[in-house]
């Protein structure tokens, strides 16, 4: 490093301790000056002192917002983890577990139970992740740092109001680094406006009440505007030679006029069958035309609503049909180097740390240490450097 880069390195370095030292300053300023309008909004004064008493800013959640992700996953890694065996057997014992709680949802908000367990699975994993970031804290920071404080404000105030009305204790409260928390993974506006209090307890409970998120979930897409009389959609054999360019979610065509350009169900069945030839479809098909190609109808964009992601959407779709007793897509996707579920990305964490490679907890979660190592494995066999994990990687290390 010459003079003047070590100088402007040190100047940086300087200027970034400023900025945090600066920060755990102005925090306590910023939080005062929110006093007011968290009244405004409906936040008593003893409630706010209550719930904001110590708190601290996390910084570490400023580079999370950030941090764009480096590494574009490719649809079939994404759904290989989200869909797997592990998810379907667990979605298959949950809808046994809670059956007569799912048949009182359905029947009071329209929405089946494998829907309704499949969000589940792929919003918490049943229950099982939350996130770990005190909503608080988390909230609190965004409201005075970053980029998006207006908004993050009203789901701070927000926030201040569950807590304030009693529904979730406070040291219970925790959720993505963003705010989302709970079973459902609701931001703290959607959960006023929308959470049930499904067991009758007075509370309306997405952290420790099943019943409550299940009947909350189902009200979301209810509201979303779910139709009980139709499915999500369908995968489709395209007739050769389609032109699918400006094709996709949002462009709706008849199911009459798609059957009349070719399209049928897997093995062969109208597109038509069961439902009115009327009906708005829209053609997906996220890799490509020579990839899987569903039909998607209006229930399809309830369910996209709920996080704003058509690959999101996919994985609830595609689970809840498992739930139903359908096997994989059978279109295969176009790849020669298929993804990983989460026992086979537990496996290669294992094999990678069997092989020296300091991988950090084995958890199926491949960041950023699976990926170095996974590079450094690849050079070695030969293969082609992307610290992408795939079967192919997989079996040569077995
Ligand atoms: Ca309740």
Redesign the pocket.
């Known amino acids: 490093m010459n003079a003047m880069k070590y100088l402007q390195a040190l100047w940086l370095c300087m200027l970034l301790t400023g900025a945090a030292a600066q920060a755990q300053t102005d925090f306590p300023s910023c939080l005062y000056s929110l006093r007011a309008p968290a009244k405004a909004a409906g936040v008593r004064e003893d409630s706010f002192a209550r719930f904001t008493q110590g708190l601290t800013p996390d910084m570490g959640i400023l580079d999370k917002m950030s941090n764009q992700p480096e590494f574009k996953m490719p649809i079939w890694d994404y759904l290989a983890a989200l869909v797997d065996e592990e998810r379907v057997a667990e979605g298959l014992a949950q809808l046994a577990r809670h059956k007569d709680v799912l048949d009182k949802v359905a029947a009071q908000y329209g929405v089946d139970a494998a829907t309704v367990v499949a969000v589940w699975g792929v919003e918490s994993n049943f229950g099982q992740t939350f996130g770990k970031y005190p909503l608080t804290q988390a909230l609190g920071t965004l409201s005075c740092f970053g980029p998006r404080q207006t908004y993050f404000r009203g789901e701070f105030f927000a926030t201040l109001r569950i807590l304030q009305a009693g529904h979730i204790a406070p040291e219970r409260l925790v959720g993505s680094w963003a705010g989302a928390f709970g079973h459902t993974q609701f931001m703290p506006t959607t959960f006023e406006r929308l959470a049930q209090?499904?067991?009758?307890?007075?509370?309306?409970?997405l952290m420790d009440?099943v019943?409550?998120a299940l009947a909350s979930t189902a009200h979301f897409l209810n509201k979303a505007g779910w139709n009980p009389a139709q499915v999500w959609g369908f995968e489709v054999q395209l007739p050769v030679g389609l032109d699918i360019s400006g094709e996709g979610r949002k462009h709706k065509r008849a199911l009459s006029e798609w059957a009349a350009k070719g399209l049928t169900q897997m093995g062969g069945g109208a597109v038509t069958s069961g439902l009115a030839p009327s009906t708005p479809a829209g053609l997906m098909t996220p890799a490509g035309a020579k990839g899987p190609a569903f039909l998607v109808l209006r229930n399809f964009d309830a369910i996209y609503s709920y996080n704003a992601a058509e690959s999101y959407g996919l994985a609830i779709a595609h689970l809840s049909d498992r739930l139903r007793g359908a096997g994989p897509f059978a279109t295969p996707w176009p790849t020669d180097d298929a993804g990983l579920s989460r026992a086979e990305r537990r496996e290669i964490q294992t094999l990678l740390n069997q092989r020296g490679h300091d991988i950090g907890v084995i958890d199926g979660m491949l960041g950023d240490k699976t990926r170095i190592a996974v590079r450094a494995e690849q050079t070695r066999l030969g293969q082609e450097v992307t610290g992408r994990a795939g079967q192919k990687l997989l079996r040569a290390l077995r």
Do not use: E, I, K, L
């Open positions: 209090d499904f067991d009758g307890d007075g509370r309306r409970d009440s019943p409550d």
